[in-house]
């Protein structure tokens, strides 16, 4: 008896492909993702870079604008040592005109010191805890300080030369510059320079000038023998603090053997150079 063939047809199973796809989809995706988080953090530190380097570059030039101002002021003050000589003497002409121009000026420099403080404190939001940034701000916060000290400086000279508590001394005629000095006795001691330069001074220091005016006046005197050239005449300041010097000096001040003048002023006094 013949038996009927049965159905061998087998059906297809979809399962395991679906899975590959949507495993590789799901890779892609993480991908993807990952891809635009490292564009998105090269974005953010690329614009932080630029906005770092556009300060420092804002910084800086500000800076060497501000230190070409402060040079150009201090050599207009040495130019000017002639006409603050005239102002001194007529203070209702010249001196005015001076000061209301140095008075501008120290304006200026303190709207740009300001400015350059503001931009360095946006650095410093900016970058904040990085090395680099922190030798850099350092080196900017040395430079506004030392423009601040010079700056009082500028504002003591001009404050002197408005109570008229300042001169300039100038070289008698017919000594060689080379040969004239001044001594500013006050109560650290005595300080002898070039009158008509402004070098390092030579200290001849005095802790107590009750008991050591004696001595201070002898060491004066070995002083002079060992400047070279010879020294001719010799203008001693005398500050009160140091007022202990002037009995020594009128008293044995031919044992010297130069040409001396002698000029009393206030403790405050500015010697203008």
Known sequence: MARGRRGRNLG?????????????????????????????NQKSTSRLQETFETLMAELDSKTESLSQQLERIEQDLGRDAEAIERAIKNPESV?????????????????????LEQVNEQLIEQQEGQADTKMILDEREREIAELNKKQATL???????????????LVP???????????????????LTLMDSSEP??????????????????????????????????LFVIRPSGREFNEPLLTQGDELGIEFGVEYVSEDHVILR
């Open 173 to 191: 005629r017919g000594i060689n510059p080379a040969q004239s000095w001044l001594c500013d006795v006050h109560r650290n001691g005595l300080y």
């Open 95 to 115: 001196l005015s005109d001076r000061l209301r121009a140095e008075r501008h000026r120290l304006n200026s420099l303190e709207a740009q010191m300001e400015t």
């Open 201 to 234: 001074a030579i200290r001849l220091p005095v802790e107590d000038w009750l008991n050591e005016s004696e001595s201070a006046f002898l060491r004066f005197h070995d002083q002079l023998a060992e400047i070279t050239p010879r020294v001719r005449y010799v």
């Open 155 to 169: 504002e003591n000279q001009l404050q002197q030369l408005a109570t008229g508590n300042s001169a300039k001394y």
């Open 12 to 40: 297809i199973s979809l399962f395991a492909f679906q899975d590959i796809i949507m495993s590789v989809t799901g890779i892609l995706i993480l991908i993807v993702l990952l891809l635009v988080l490292e564009l998105v």
